[in-house]
């Protein structure tokens, strides 16, 4: 065996460089009048060699990082076990092998954006490999000083956090939801004085931070008939004054910070537990490094300060030695539980089984006097103070002491919405805690290990699970159990550091190197990568979701397949489906975990090869057995015919893939060849989802830079007199184009339509008697500009032409008017102006101010000019020459002004920037 070792990198290097090979090209297939077409986009096929060779650099790279030093020669993995892991990106290959992918479509998911996942996830169990054995120790703590610790786990959570809040924040996702609303509420105690928020949605003070217009949020107004908010005052109060000092982004980055505090604080707990710095810090990224809890570090939400209060009091609690008379760490205790029924109500079940549970510690060391210890009085008096207080104030607004006074009649709490709400915000594909970071999944073994433990470990498993069960006994038993418009799992954030310590036992359980570590490495890569895909896909769209059974994250990763049918939905499916699919979920996982178990004495190599097989074939398990198992016949299926979107058309390159293979018959042919089979169309009744503007048959597409042909199919029933059809580009505005037809019955009308960049929404528009009358809409690209050609441009939102020139706009707030446009006051606006093929003069623009002095920059790359403008004048500026016409534009104004403030008479309530017109 040892004498064919040379063979196992050799192979490695093969299914490296094959791998890339294959992740970079374009899997789609699309529905044509002969049946499904599958065809591939490759690059050159010399490339493959070139990747081959370049994994071989790596691993030799690699292989002389980890050449012998001293006392950890020992230790080095050998080169024929260090590339075992590699052998996992086999399963990228799959996607492009004939026939198989085409009997089990969901395998073709591994090739658009799921493989970044594969690659993430290999690649960690690659550093686990090279640095196992090598993780910190007790010593090594003593040597760096738990100060210096301490010190970087709180860093790296700042850094974190504030990498995910600068890709999110300010952005239509964060603040939404009812951010503004807590917004509203401590920017209303800062400036007032009071909790009455009427006058700021009037004095729209929201403006700073959430453009959209918004209302007050409540259902009954108070006993003195003014309007207050139905969501709780205690994290408004600590951040008013924090507001008032920085704003939004002030507050932002103090969440930040107690988010980075809690975290710290639940390391140190699990590291004084555990005396494990290796699993205390797996625990800490397996919970901050995973979506839950990192896209509530950022947001306006009570839960990163109820998280920061619990932890502070079961840490303090747990640390201290009742023996010593140190009220003031009891003192603590008792206000961080006081502070949670103010945080937020769903919090008042968890702070008194929080009291509780230091109460019972401090039962446990001396019964016998008990009433008469301080360090009880010190606890219990606080936090009845504090709920005498929280009573008192419901009655005081509302005139009901009761939590429930805000909310008026209206009652959505109940224990019947737990047989749902509890296992979705665990479960659910949508809003699910382990859907969205599989590594949470330990927690449960964890605290299994924990409870064999005996001794503290097994009180403290106890005191988790009854705090942690409080919390999802609440928020499980609400109707709107998913929290609203939010980042997964936001309901049970507050209590998620909770679980570091059973995570950290599930950890330390495993034995070092074997197939269970490897695999809870990959489970933590896995979760981290989902992280980043949440964060960086799609502008981080992929965060919300429709609650429409269907996750955004699942249809992003299979567009073709309906990957969301394996996964439960407590939304949309019959629970006992959604429990169903669950317990078989969880069943195939124990399944995994049990084989897993009996994999034994391998080394690291193996045990991480093993672990990705596990994960492999359990994924398998689910795709063909899961299938079999009762389903909801109302979630939505995928029509080939009816897509909105191919990415062989987002990927098309003829350079960068100009081979491509095409399916049954296999056979090799050339990008180009394949370009007729990239057409997109849409017949009445085959898309129900409805559109923010409406266009014929719902038939909405998104489209890259280039000239397509279009065939429209006219149906028996035309209209008598000629109709108009108009091209629609963006989804607010107008239309960019018009033809007024006279249709035949049977008839196609063709036409060509040129996008000088990406569309994320082109459509057709037209009066009912035009859209009863079209049968079909077929578009084919003619000419498509090269994906690496493309002009680098945010989303268009809306088109106009002026003179032959497009304009388009990348923001709501702007849109085409018949002249010209007006840009928005006091910020940056992107545009993009894009001249005619063809065209030799430059574009000319003239701009003005409107009522309103104003200075204004106008920008492109390599070229800025600055301009200050009085009412009443008007400046021409002369764009400069783009390649291919098109000029990404930022128009910056200092300030503006808003028509209805300067005419009582105007009703048009636009903050609005200068004017622009583009000139002949």
Known sequence: MSSFAFLWPLAACAITGA?????????????????????????????????????????????HLNAPRGTTAGRRPRLSELVLPLFSLIVLLVPFAPVVPDRWPVMQALSGPMAAVVWLGVAGLQLWVLWQGRLITPRAIE????????????????????????QLTRTPLFPSGDEPHYLVLAQSLWRDGDLKIENNHIREDYKEYFQPDLEPHYLTRGADGEIYSIHPIGMPLLMAPVYGAGGYEAVVAVLILMAAAAATLAWWWTMGALNAPGAATFAWAAIVCSAPFLFNTFTVYPEIVAALAVMIALVLAVKSDPARPALTRWLAIGLACASLPWLSTKYAPMSAVLVLVVLARLWKKEPASFLRDSKVWAVVGPYAL???????????????????????SLTQTTPANLIFGAPGLLFDQEYGLLAFAPVYILAATGLAAMWRTRGDLRRQALEITLIFGALIGTVGAFRLWWGGTAAPARPLASGLLLLALPIAAAFRAAPPGSARRAAQHLLLWVSVAIAITLTLAQDGLLINNSRDGTSALLEYWSPRWELWTLAPTFVHHDPRIAWLHSLWWLAIAAGAAAALSRWRGLRPGASALAAAAILSV?????????PLLPANPQLPRVNLAARARLAALDGFDSRARPAAVLYDPLRKVSAIEVMPQLSLGVKPLQRADP???????????????????????????????PTPLALQIGRVGGPIQTWTLQPRAGEKWRTSIWLPVDAGFVGFRGPLEMERAIAAIAITPAAIVDAGARPKVPPVMSAGVYHGVDVFFHSEQMYPEPDGFWTIGGRSAGVTVAAPPGRTAPVLLRIHCGAKANNVTISTYGWQQHYTLEPGKAVDVELPMAAGGVIPLTISSESGFSPKAIDPASSDPRFLGIWVEVLK
């Open 386 to 408: 504090s709920l005498v207080g929280w009573f008192a104030f419901f009655y005081t607004i509302w005139g009901v002491p009761l939590p429930q006074a805000p909310y008026g």
């Open 618 to 626: 359990s994924l398998g398990v689910v795709a063909l057995t899961l």
């Open 143 to 166: 040597r760096w000083t738990v100060t210096r610790v301490v010190a970087g786990i709180f860093a790296a959570t700042v850094l974190l956090s504030a990498l995910a809040a600068s």
């Open 691 to 721: 559109q923010p503007v409406r266009v014929i048959h719902n038939g909405r597409f998104s489209l890259p830079a280039g000239t397509y042909d279009v065939e429209v199919t006219f149906g028996e029933q035309v209209p008598a007199r």
């Open 19 to 63: 791998a890339l090979y294959a992740t970079r090209g374009v899997l789609d297939q699309t529905a044509t009048g002969n049946g499904v077409v599958r065809f591939a986009l490759l690059p050159p096929w010399q490339a493959m060699l070139g990747f081959t060779c370049l994994a071989a650099l790596v691993l030799v790279g690699i292989d």
